[in-house]
């Protein structure tokens, strides 16, 4: 089983979690990313994350348990612009987790401010 880390709808309660779920994947615990991290809201559908050089910030996320072949399952649902990559983590332990591409958070929200996609949906009513 392979840790993995999500930061948007697929976490717990949230739109997407069911992809997890029905792939076998558990939930171990909440976290938060390093603080190199940058976040935006793409059409307010779901966020995007991708790590900076400088101006980061830590992000909220979740850290899901799963099989290699459920994580490829998962990579082939997620949206256009969206990848597995690896994040570094506010213990220094380095997971696998759904990075964005930074072609996509052209012209969209940035939301880093808010620390976190759950926390962006709350303040802006999504």
């Excluded at 591409?101 to 052209?106: A, G």
């Excluded at 808010?114 to 962006?120: C, E, K, S, V």
Aim: glycine share 12%; net charge negative.
């Amino acid at each position: 089983m392979i840790d993995f880390a999500v930061n948007g709808t697929l976490m717990r309660g949230l739109e997407l979690n069911a992809n997890l779920l029905k792939v076998g994947a558990t939930f171990v615990r909440e976290d938060i990313t390093a603080p190199i991290y940058r976040l935006w809201s793409i059409g307010d559908r779901h966020p995007a994350m991708f790590r900076v050089k400088e101006n980061g910030r830590a992000i909220a996320l979740e850290i899901w348990s799963i099989s290699p072949a459920a994580l490829g399952e998962i990579l082939l649902s997620e949206p256009a612009g969206l990848s597995i990559g690896k994040i570094l983590l506010s213990d220094g332990q380095e997971v696998l987790g759904v990075l964005g591409e930074p072609f996509l958070c052209e012209g969209q929200k940035e939301i880093t401010e808010y620390g976190g996609w759950r926390a962006y949906i709350k303040h802006s009513n999504v």
